[in-house]
């Protein structure tokens, strides 16, 4: 074997010791970080401006049946104008003409109504924190997102690495073999292969780069920004000690949870609401009313009525939300079980991850013995050409398997922690302001119309969410 060739397995061994691990990439101060990229996914997230919306518009509802306590007052304006034809005593034809009109103000306002708004305002409230726990779950899929884009760059930029110094190495080969055949040492069979492994490493490397350019619009649709310089990952968060522990925190942490927690609050109190709609309703009215000619009509009263038929309406309206109630209580339990399922998942993705790492670490070990020994005996004519690139091809084959555990191992444990509910910035601690959805349901939560209060809330609308 020429120089060139009896070098090669140290050059293999030393470019592997670069791609490997996706941590090892030397930082620089203006590497982006994980953090970088999960605050920019939090910031620039259309989907959580989309459910912050939702949000906004259930606590409205709130302020619509907070509503219904107060009177509703009304101004009403008329004017009419009449003409006739009519035969005077003479039996001659004459007509009439006459305007009139008047104004009127008037207020209703229900008085007692046996707990049916009561129920409505705490039903919507219940929805209201229901869709709350909606928006941590939007929250976790955006920052999981985020975590998944920044590793597969990752992966996908130390792929293109190993595939480059495939290409180099593979190169070496052909050189050697072009050597050796020169001299009569082997075939142009040999040369022809090398040449053969060669193409399909350049073409390995061709997907390589497209892979890793897919990947990096999935990072900007996850985060607003194509990578830049991305930082080494840093250390795993810590998650839980066993499966069961992480069961237990997720069944009762996780929001999807405590969102079915609310909607079967709700759907009790919407049971009670139907009800009392069977209930009577006392109401109070006054009204001021003024004519052209100046004449006032004032008046007050009270009233009492109550549905004593309504074909069947009214009943079936407490069964549907019986049979809702029945819905919330199974979607309870059902949410329970994926939760718990997602958990168990996650878990055993990181197993399977870990033990990969391991398997792949001694299948690497093996491979570069195996690649040096088949290196030094196709020096001695004991091997052929093809031997050698077989073996360099299973070499590569371990290290890509490794780096893909790698990033299964990291992907799975964030994947674990949003199975657990915990994949938010408060959470991960990321040091940012975060929307913050008590402050716009505390500005409506009294229904305020356009008055001191209104100008507030106009204030809070142009600013909220922009944190």
């Known amino acids: 074997m020429t120089g060139s060739a009896k070098y090669l397995p140290k050059r293999l061994a030393m470019s592997a ?11 620089t101060a203006s590497a982006e970080t994980l953090t970088d990229a999960l605050i920019a996914a939090y910031r620039n997230s259309n989907l959580l401006e989309q459910n912050r919306a939702v949000l906004r518009a259930a606590d409205e509802d709130v302020a619509v049946a907070v509503s219904t306590l107060r009177p509703v007052i009304s101004f009403l304006t008329q004017g009419q104008y009449g003409y006739a034809q009519f035969l005077d005593t003479f039996d001659n034809v004459a007509s009439a003409e006459e305007w009139s009109g008047f104004y009127a103000l008037s207020a209703q306002m229900t008085l007692y109504d046996f707990g049916r708004t009561k129920l409505a305002i705490e039903a919507t409230k219940e929805v209201v924190l229901a869709t709350r726990e909606a928006l941590l779950q ?58 053969a492994r060669l193409a399909q490493a350049n073409s390995n490397l061709i997907v ?30 810590a998650t839980a000690s066993s499966l069961e522990a992480a069961r237990s925190v997720a069944l009762r942490t996780h929001p999807a949870i405590r969102q ?51 074909g069947g309406r009214l009943a079936a309206l407490v069964r549907q939300a019986m049979a809702n109630r029945d819905s919330a209580y199974s979607n309870l339990q059902q949410s329970g079980v994926i939760i718990g399922e997602n958990v168990g998942v996650a878990w055993t993705t990181i197993d399977s991850a870990v033990a990969a790492i391991s398997a792949t670490e001694t299948q690497i070990e093996a491979a570069q013995i195996a690649f040096d020994g088949v290196s030094e005996e196709a020096s001695l004519g004991a091997r052929t050409t ?46 940012i302001p975060t929307y913050d959805p ?14 001191a209060q209104g100008k507030k809330l106009d204030r809070i609308m142009k600013s909220i969410g922009k944190n």
Do not use: C
Request: aromatic share 6%; glycine share 8%; proline share 3%.
């Open 17 to 27: 010791a670069i791609v490997l691990g996706m941590g090892m990439t030397a930082w």
């Open 138 to 195: 939007v929250e976790q899929q955006v920052l999981l997102a985020a975590v998944v884009a920044y590793v597969d760059v990752r992966l996908r930029e130390a792929f293109v690495d190993l595939r480059q110094n495939n290409v180099r190495v593979i190169g070496e080969q052909l050189k050697a073999a072009q050597d050796r055949f020169d001299v009569g040492e082997v075939t142009r069979t040999d040369v022809a292969q090398a040449e």
């Open 208 to 237: 390589a780069e497209g892979e890793l350019q897919i990947a990096r619009e999935a990072y900007r649709a996850a985060t607003g920004a194509y990578p830049g310089n991305l930082a080494p990952l840093p250390p795993l968060p």
């Open 260 to 310: 079915a927690q609310r909607q079967v609050s709700a759907a009790d109190l919407n049971v009670a609401r139907a009800k009392a709609d069977m209930r009577p309703t006392i109401g109070g009215e006054a009204q001021l009313q003024v004519d052209d000619g100046g004449l006032q009509q004032n008046g007050v009263g009270i009233n009492f009525s109550q549905t004593l038929y309504a």
């Open 386 to 431: 093809l031997d050698v690139l077989d073996a360099e091809q299973d070499l590569l084959d371990a290290r890509a398997a490794k780096l893909e555990a790698e990033a299964a191992r990291y992907k799975g444990v964030y994947q674990l922690l949003a199975s657990m509910g915990l994949l938010t910035v408060e959470h991960l601690r990321l040091g």
């Open 438 to 451: 008590a402050v716009y349901y505390n500005a409506v939560r009294n229904a305020p119309a356009h008055s």
